[in-house]
């Protein structure tokens, strides 16, 4: 029996074969190469802010002067020495002496630890309050003029002199229970934290009344999912992106309201340095010794710049709408 096949149609099967075996080599690492991940997508577009690495490498190198600082420069922050009193900058004094001379390096080293302690712990705080006012007011709507109502009420409260009254009515009571230092470390960070949730707060409950109608949140609903398995593994992942760029910026602002109570007085005792009691200890010695209200100004104003760099370039990162241009 013969074959019936044309002969030109058998030839082109044949090398339309021989092609796509021979391109099968070249296909196979693209098909093998592993999909990149969505923090990778948000590390790529992190750093094309320029602005946002620039704030990231300021703030790293000034966390990493404070921690480190210590072992660098062992020198008592809290030792007085009359003889050297009032010295400007120099070998053995870098950032000089204050009136009781006390090494001004030293203690803006120590003052920047506390600082930075009291701007995390307090925004983690501020955080935690804001998240939860927001999931339970965004998912239950029996909830939520409630929650919104007690959030309009201390929207509407006047920070300042609200921190003020807490930091006067609570201070005695803290500092005869933990101590002086550990009292008004936990008074502090318990008054920023629970005057700054708010404005998390309203964000969170945005995103998460539009997430509780998308259509993986209503499957899981009519399976029988509990509203606290929901909360925890589709609402909440969903909601990432605003609390971590809440989180940048809320350090900020608590660095600057500790500082502002320092200043006026009513945050940390004087022999205890934050960037803030510094700036109130160089105020009445402005015009002979600015340096001493240059220095800590400065850290804090870098501090608070840095991090809010970060903040945008996060923002900007975390949004898809941007990450897909």
Request: glycine share 10%; aromatic share 8%.
């Amino acid at each position: 029996m013969t074959d019936a096949r044309d002969p030109v149609t058998a030839s082109g099967q044949e090398a339309a074969v021989t092609a796509a075996s021979a391109a099968l080599p070249a296909a196979a690492p693209v098909l093998s190469k592993p999909a990149r991940s969505q923090w990778w997508d948000v590390w790529e577009q992190f750093r094309t802010h320029k602005g946002a690495l620039f704030g990231a490498g300021i703030f790293i190198a000034i966390v990493a002067l404070v921690l480190l600082g210590p072992y660098l420069w062992d020198v008592d922050p809290t030792k007085t020495n009359i003889r050297e009193r009032n010295q400007g900058p120099g070998w053995g004094h870098p950032f000089g002496t204050d009136q009781l001379g006390r090494d001004i390096f030293a203690r803006m080293i120590a003052g920047g630890q506390v600082s930075l302690a009291v701007g995390m712990t307090a925004m983690a705080l501020s955080l935690l309050l804001g998240t939860l006012v927001g999931v339970l007011a965004g998912y239950f709507r029996r909830l939520d003029g409630v929650l919104m109502r007690l959030t309009d009420l201390f929207l509407a409260l006047p920070l300042l002199p609200l921190l003020l009254v807490m930091v006067l009515l609570f201070r005695e009571p803290l500092t005869a229970a933990f101590g002086v230092e550990t009292g008004i470390f936990i008074l502090i960070v318990s008054a920023i934290g629970i005057t700054s949730w708010m404005q998390t707060a309203r964000i969170v409950r945005g995103d998460v009344l539009a997430l509780k109608e998308r259509e993986f949140v209503l499957a899981a609903r009519s399976i029988g999912t509990p509203s606290r398995r929901i909360i925890t593994r589709h609402v909440l992942p969903n909601v990432l992106s605003p609390i971590m760029v809440s989180a940048t910026l809320g350090i900020a602002t608590a660095i600057i309201t500790e500082s502002a109570l320092s200043f006026l007085g009513l945050g940390f005792p004087p022999d205890f340095p934050t960037w803030g009691r510094l700036l109130n200890d160089g105020v009445p010695y402005l015009q002979q010794y600015p340096e001493r209200v240059f220095w800590p100004g400065l850290a804090i104003s870098l501090v608070v710049l840095s991090i809010n760099y970060v903040g945008d370039g996060l923002r900007d990162a975390l949004d898809p709408r941007i990450r897909g241009r």
